[in-house]
Nanobody, 114 residues
Framework: VQLQASGGGLVQAGGSLRLSCEAS????????MEWYRQAPGKQRELVAS???????NYADSVKGRFTIFRDNAKNTVYLQMNSLQPDDTAVYYC?????????WGQGTQVTVSS
């Protein structure tokens, strides 16, 4: 099983990035997918989740700015991040969940400069 996250980078405050996470080795359409982030010195936190049927949920801190969506044909989940703020700086991880199984990607760095 592999979850390959990409799309991170350095962006100025107010800018946008789109993260991608391509999965292999799992039946992607059967997995709920989530994006987490971990900032230096802080705990990992759930940013957004999307169910197999496309229902999305967001952390309060990103509601209205971030959008999670999935393309089952491409085995890929995305995180569109708009109006980025310095507090969004973190390593972003994607994760796949099915029943009691969880798989994690390697993380992609997002840095937002003020």
């Amino acid at each position: 099983v592999q979850l390959q996250a990409s799309g991170g980078g350095l962006v100025q405050a107010g800018g946008s990035l789109r993260l991608s996470c391509e999965a292999s080795g799992i039946i992607f359409s059967m997995n709920n997918m989530e994006w987490y982030r971990q900032a230096p010195g802080k705990q990992r936190e759930l940013v957004a989740s999307i169910t197999t049927t496309g229902f999305a949920n967001y952390a309060d801190s990103v509601k209205g700015r971030f959008t999670i969506f999935r393309d089952n044909a491409k085995n890929t989940v995305y995180l569109q991040m708009n109006s980025l703020q310095p507090d969004d700086t973190a390593v972003y991880y994607c994760a796949a969940f099915l029943d009691s199984r969880a798989y994690w990607g390697q993380g992609t760095q997002v840095t937002v400069s003020s």
